[in-house]
T-cell receptor, first 108, second 115 residues
Framework: RKEVEQDPGPFNVPEGATVAFNCTYSNSASQSFFWYRQDCRKEPKLLMS???SGNEDGRFTAQLNRASQYISLLIRDSKLSDSATYLC?????????FGTGTSLTVIP | ETGVTQTPRHLVMGMTNKKSLKCEQH?????MYWYKQSAKKPLELMFV???????ENNSVPSRFSPECPNSSHLFLHLHTLQPEDSALYLC??????????????FGDGTRLSIL
C-alpha cells in the first residue's frame, strides 16, 4: 500500500470554478502535511502547509482530518495560472512521502 | 529565489562518461535528499542524508554514487549511466529536530540526458 494516495485526475475545469483535491495517508505517525504545486518540467514548489484546524491562503483552503487520515485542498475561483500538478505530501520523521500528483487544467 | 541551488541545470553525457551533479543549500537545514523524476512520472526518492550521514538508499543502482561532505552540500556522482537514467534530478533539503514539522525545499533540478 502506498504511503500517500491521491486521485491522479486529470481535472479539467472552467475559469472561475471551484475544485477540490483529496488525499489519504497510511501512516498514523505522520506529523506534518503539505501541498506542493509542480509545473511541467519544473521542480515542486510549496503551496501551503496543512494544519489540523484547517488553513486558508487566499483562494486556497487546506484541511486535515487525522482520524480519517485524509487531507484536502480546495481552490476557489480557478485561474488559468492554477493549471499544474498538485502533490500531496506527508512527513514522517525525516521522510517525505509524495502522492503521485493530481493534474489540473483550467480552461478559458 | 530558491535557497537550494543545483548545478548544472542541464547535462548531456554519453554512457561511458563520468560527471557529477552538485547541490548546495543556504537554509541551515540538516537533511538533504536526491530524487529522480522521469517524464510524466512521480518523484522517486533516491537518497537521504541527515547530518552528513546517509540514512536512506532506495535500492539505487551503484552507477549513482552520492556524497555529502557537510550539511550544506550534496553531490551525485554519475558513471556508466544508461539511457533510462535520463530524467530530472532534484535535490531537496529540510530542517530536522525541533523544526521537524517543516516542509522540504527543492532546487531547480538538473535535466540529464544520456546519449
Amino acid at each position: 500500500r502506498k504511503e500517500v494516495e491521491q486521485d491522479p485526475g486529470p481535472f479539467n475545469v472552467p475559469e472561475g470554478a471551484t475544485v477540490a483535491f483529496n488525499c489519504t495517508y497510511s501512516n498514523s505517525a505522520s506529523q506534518s502535511f503539505f501541498w506542493y504545486r509542480q509545473d511541467c518540467r519544473k521542480e515542486p514548489k510549496l503551496l501551503m502547509s496543512v494544519y489540523s484546524s484547517g488553513n486558508e491562503d487566499g483562494r486556497f483552503t487546506a484541511q486535515l482530518n487525522r482520524a480519517s487520515q485524509y487531507i484536502s485542498l480546495l481552490i476557489r475561483d480557478s485561474k488559468l495560472s492554477d493549471s499544474a500538478t498538485y502533490l500531496c505530501v506527508a512527513r514522517t520523521g525525516n521522510q517525505f512521502y509524495f502522492g503521485t500528483g493530481t493534474s489540473l487544467t483550467v480552461i478559458p | 529565489e530558491t535557497g537550494v541551488t543545483q548545478t548544472p541545470r542541464h547535462l548531456v553525457m554519453g554512457m561511458t562518461n563520468k560527471k557529477s551533479l552538485k547541490c548546495e543549500q543556504h537554509l541551515g537545514h540538516n537533511a538533504m535528499y536526491w530524487y529522480k523524476q522521469s517524464a510524466k512520472k512521480p518523484l522517486e526518492l533516491m537518497f537521504v542524508y541527515n547530518f552528513k550521514e546517509q540514512t536512506e538508499n532506495n535500492s539505487v543502482p551503484s552507477r549513482f554514487s552520492p556524497e555529502c561532505p557537510n550539511s550544506s552540500h550534496l553531490f551525485l556522482h554519475l558513471h556508466t549511466l544508461q539511457p533510462e537514467d535520463s530524467a530530472l534530478y532534484l535535490c531537496a533539503s529540510s530542517p530536522t529536530g525541533l523544526r521537524g514539522n517543516q516542509p522540504q525545499h527543492f532546487g531547480d533540478g538538473t535535466r540529464l540526458s544520456i546519449l
